[in-house]
C-alpha cells in the first residue's frame, strides 16, 4: 500500500503509523491522508496491464496485483 508507486510521498502527506503490524487510528478527520492536488496532476492515470492468467493461482486468488 506504501509503496505502489515511486512519488507517493510527493502527492500524500499522512499521519499513518503501524504498531506490531497494524495501522493505528489517527487524531485527524477522514482517513489521515491528505492529498496534494497539484501534485497529483504531475502523475496523470496510466491503465495497468492485467494479465489474468498470470495473477491468479488455481483456485481463481489473486496472487499479485
Do not use: C
Not at 16 to 22: R, S, V
Amino acid at each position: 500500500m506504501l509503496s505502489d508507486v515511486p512519488w507517493r510521498w510527493d502527492v500524500v502527506q499522512s499521519s499513518l503509523e503501524t504498531e506490531n503490524g497494524y495501522w493505528l487510528p489517527t487524531n485527524v478527520p477522514g482517513l489521515g491522508i491528505e492529498v496534494d492536488e497539484a501534485r497529483a496532476k504531475e502523475h496523470p492515470f496510466q491503465q495497468e496491464v492485467m494479465h489474468p492468467l498470470t495473477i491468479r493461482a488455481a483456485d481463481n486468488a489473486i496472487l499479485d496485483w
